[in-house]
């Protein structure tokens, strides 16, 4: 079974599926070493959703040890309206009223029960009941309820992708629609904004809430979404560009829309946390009396989100520096070579990695070849095997792989300055003194191509590349022969990977990117 960790951040669906997940409320029983922690959920008659549940202990600073477990759920209250499916990873006996399910947990795994409602045809928007669900573990239980409603289903649309552009230190203007792809007015709707600290939302409407420094926002709309037709934004999202963006840098904003009773369900917890402007309401055209309703559910989430991208114009560009590495010794022995590079400057070197939308493997900016004569027994997770002949897929690609002679790297965020490392443990198969490879980066708009490329040199030769006089194995000339093709600057395109970013993306960056994330 995955680590809890991972598991939370799968949970979420869409763009916004990490705020989802982090969303839900716990509810424990009395006594249990930990609680469990499950979300309400919202079904159309006819179709599936998707719900979940963990349990995790209580005491944070000691690792999960629960072993073989089991889940029971209380079917009963739902039952007439609505069936309930286990999706996978545990085996259980299930009836139309309940559910017995048992896993054995390998050591430091958390139990994440993942299961599937539909609604049955002849299900009224309004009927609700709760799933009682227990967890025993090293024969303590503890408990949690989930509601499940049946709701109209209705389904907003929004244009896939949009682009706009402004220069370091203004704003860009991010304008934002939505349609009503269904047959059934949608009474109300709640725009989420998701964005960067680099590139954040930067409004000031009374009827938008944002977080501090603007990476995420949500705003509300009771205008009535008639099926057939589009709404507009009265004005287009301000965002705002930081005065250390680079120029041609890329960065994302993804507006996603969700009818009022989904927001209201899924963000409940987060809403505590935001701060309504204290200016004009922004606003969506033919708005009208909302009226008495019942609960909508958006039936295809997949449909309803915009990715914007901001393109940076100007002229503030990053100068990466290439830095070499040195290590001696025998046969058979394994050193550490750290190559890398620092940014010079003037801009803050942006992300570019797994997580970039549309991401392809010559895009990477750093490229590292391994030195004649050795084996790379452990590799960085922020690299990857070069190998563009191979199909490219950045989520199940092998970050980390030992044993590749040459490696393609994603960059964190990278302030003047500051350097950025890729740490590898090379074996010594046969020694040659001078044995030498490289690190080179590529950056569409790098003011300085000299200081581009640097050795890795293995068992340096006196005078010779990687010892003293020879720069210390630094970037400052034309030596080298990596050849890295494509440009970075295309790292947007594809909502596969918009998805990605979101979903599964969102626990990935964290993990990789080793700098803000908000999501």
Excluded at 90 to 113: I, K, M, N, Q
Excluded at 254 to 280: C, H, I, M, S
Excluded at 326 to 345: D, I, K, M, R, Y
Excluded at 458 to 463: F, K, L, Q
Aim: charged share 20%.
């Amino acid at each position: 079974m995955l680590k809890n960790s991972t598991r939370r951040w799968l949970a979420g669906l869409g763009v916004a599926g990490a705020l989802v997940a982090a969303s839900a409320t716990p509810a424990s029983a009395a006594e249990a070493p930990f609680e469990v922690v499950t979300h309400d959920l919202l079904v159309a008659p006819g179709h599936l959703n998707y719900g979940w549940f963990y349990a995790h202990p209580t005491d944070y600073e000691s690792e999960p040890k629960f072993g073989a477990t089991i889940v029971d759920v209380d079917l009963s209250q739902v039952a007439d309206f609505a069936t309930v499916e286990p999706a996978w990873g545990w085996t259980c006996d299930v009836s139309p009223t309940r559910l017995h399910c048992e896993a054995d947990l390998a050591d430091g795994d958390e139990p994440w029960f993942d299961y599937l409602v539909t609604g049955k045809d002849g299900a009224a928007p309004g009927q609700r009941g709760e799933l009682a669900i227990s967890v025993t573990s090293g024969g303590k239980t503890a408990t949690a309820t989930a509601g499940i409603t049946i709701a109209e289903g209705v389904d907003l649309v929004s244009d896939p992708t949009v682009e706009v552009s402004g220069a370091p230190g203004s704003h860009a203007r991010v304008p934002g629609v939505v349609g009503n792809a269904g047959s059934t007015t949608v009474d109300g709707a709640v725009l989420v904004v998701q964005a960067e600290w680099l590139a954040a939302y930067d409004g000031n409407f009374s009827n938008c809430k944002a977080a501090e420094g603007g990476t995420y926002a949500f705003c509300v709309f009771d205008t009535r979404i008639e099926p057939g037709k589009s709404y507009a934004l009265s004005e287009n999202l301000p965002i705002k560009l930081r005065p250390e963006t680079r120029t041609g840098a890329k960065f994302p904003v993804w507006l996603n829309w969700w009818t009022t009773d989904d927001f209201n369900l899924l963000f409940e917890d987060w809403q505590d946390d935001v701060k309504p402007g204290d200016g004009a309401k922004l606003r969506l055209v033919e708005k009208s009396v909302q009226a008495a309703r019942a609960p909508q559910t958006d039936l295809d989430n997949l449909n309803n989100f915009t990715m914007a991208t901001v393109r940076v114009t100007g002229n503030n560009p990053a100068d990466l520096a290439a830095e070499g590495a040195t290590a001696s010794g025998e046969q058979g022995a394994v050193v550490t070579v750290e190559p890398g590079f620092t940014n010079l400057g003037p801009a803050v070197l942006e992300y570019q990695g797994q997580a970039s939308p549309g991401i392809r493997l010559e895009d990477l900016p750093v490229r590292v070849s391994i030195p004649t004569g050795t084996t790379a027994v452990e590799a960085p997770f922020d690299c990857v095997p070069f190998a563009p002949s191979e199909e490219w897929d950045p989520w199940t690609a092998g970050w980390g792989e030992p044993g590749a002679s040459e490696y393609a790297c994603q960059v964190t965020e990278t302030a003047k300055g500051m350097r950025n490392t890729y740490e590898f443990q090379l074996r010594i198969d046969k020694v040659v003194p001078g044995a030498s490879g490289v690190v080179a980066t590529k950056l569409a708009g790098d003011p300085n191509s000299k200081n581009d490329t640097a050795a890795i040199v293995i068992n340096p030769i006196d005078g010779g590349p990687g010892t003293p006089g020879d720069d210390d194995g630094q970037g400052g000339g034309d030596g080298g022969s990596l050849p890295i093709t494509g440009a970075s600057t295309g790292l947007i395109a594809g909502l596969g990977g918009l998805l990605l970013a979101a979903g599964v993306g969102g626990y990935l960056v964290a993990k990789r990117r080793r700098t803000r994330f908000v999501a």
